[in-house]
């Protein structure tokens, strides 16, 4: 394989030994390789494997990766997360399609937030109740949010949630969608009265809170945070690789994630997670019309303004547009994007080698959610992907 450094050398490879057919190296990096680990080393990888001819996916792991940073394990879900019994996250999962929770009894946390895009939505911000039950591209409506729908995936890690972090609990954000006037623009405790006045839902109430079996805006946020926290990804080539399938990754692969991280990208795109706590200004072009201050909402604090949350970009190739505004289309322009914010100088073909690094190696959807056919009220679960009728 040839390097996976860029090819105006800002940084070096040193092979420093070989071991039962796996090449050991050293990644030096030079002072202007800004975020990439010194003194990091591992084995090769590739499309070829190692020397053994490991199978991406198949049999025990035999070798170290090579990483443009230290090796860290994904996180473990938290105790709430995993301590919750199977009747609270399957009653949050009808709760989370069931358009009962809004005012216009077609709307629901699904129709923008959909396992067919990636979690969101596929259009550029949220367009929430009096628009029908279709979802996904081409819906349109009266009430329009002013930001992009984020996806759902890995949320049990977060410590602060939404773009301008003022969530700091599943449990908190569930319920801001009724209050919202542009989403569900439903009163919790009318939503509590729809609820108790069906009886699948008072039975599944009690069943998945024993010790307290009432219909409650407690436990209405409670389950469906329960069945939010289900949505992690973690299984997608990159995990392999870094487990030790070397064949996970083809050359390509590799290089793409260091220039990842030469480039900074990893410095707020931290890895396993591939997001972080950091808000910051990234310069997106405004959309006409919409006045929004970021961070600053949240915190009152000036300096805040146009600070945004860092969004994770695993499975980001399926949650286009980008950004808080969705303001721009593809991910090679948002790559694209972010590398002119850094001041260092780049190429086409390292636009692509990054891109195709979060497209292909960070792709992992098999946990997003489970879209039931029917839900207890009786209502059209919204209409997205094969959902729909005519596909």
């Avoid at 628009?131 to 995936?153: E, H």
């Avoid at 699948?200 to 069945?227: G, K, M, Q, S």
Wanted: contains cysteine; charged residues 20%.
């Amino acid at each position: 394989m040839g390097p996976v450094c860029p090819k105006d050398s800002r940084c070096t490879l040193r092979y420093t030994a070989q071991v039962g057919g796996v090449l050991l190296l050293t990644l030096a990096a030079l002072a202007s390789c800004g975020g990439v680990s010194e003194g990091v080393s591992g084995s090769m990888g590739g499309a070829s494997g190692a020397g053994g001819g490991v199978d991406g996916f198949g049999g025990e792991p035999i070798a170290s990766p090579s990483l443009p940073w230290a090796l860290t394990e994904f996180p473990g879900l938290p105790d709430i997360a995993t301590e919750v019994p199977a009747s609270r996250v399957a009653l949050g999962n009808l709760l989370f399609f069931d358009p009962v929770l809004s005012i216009d009894g077609e709307t629901a946390c699904g129709t923008c937030h959909s396992e067919f895009w990636g979690m969101s939505d596929g259009i550029p911000v949220g367009v929430g109740h009096g628009a029908g039950p279709a979802a996904g591209p081409g819906r349109n409506g009266p009430n329009v949010s002013r930001r992009n729908s984020l996806a759902l995936f890995n949320l049990a890690f977060r410590e602060t949630l939404l773009w301008d972090g003022r969530s700091g609990s599943l449990e908190d954000q569930a319920i801001l969608p009724l209050l919202s006037e542009v989403e569900l623009n439903l009163d919790p405790d009318t939503a509590i009265e729809r609820l108790t006045a069906i009886p699948e839902y008072v039975d599944l109430f009690a069943a998945a809170f024993p010790e307290d079996p009432r219909v409650t805006v407690d436990n209405l946020a409670a389950a469906i945070a329960a069945f939010e926290r289900t949505f992690v990804s973690d299984r997608s080539i990159y995990d392999a690789y870094v487990r030790g399938h070397l064949g996970a990754f083809d050359d390509e692969l590799v290089e793409g994630m260091f220039l990842f991280a030469q480039m900074g990208c990893s410095d707020c795109h931290a890895p396993p997670l591939f997001e972080s706590e950091v808000f910051a200004d990234r310069n997106v072009p405004d959309v006409d019309g919409v006045e929004d201050e970021g961070l600053a909402e949240a915190t009152g604090l000036p300096e805040d303004i146009g600070k945004f949350r860092t969004p994770s970009l695993r499975n980001a190739i399926v949650t286009e547009p980008y950004f808080h505004n969705g303001a721009v289309e593809s991910l090679s322009d948002a790559v694209e994007h972010e590398l002119e914010r850094s001041g260092m100088p780049f190429t086409d073909d390292e636009v692509r080698l990054i891109e195709r690094f979060i497209s292909k190696g960070l792709r992992d959807e098999s946990r997003a959610s489970s879209r039931p056919l029917s839900v207890p009220s009786g209502l059209q679960v919204p209409l997205d992907g094969q959902q729909f009728p005519f596909l």
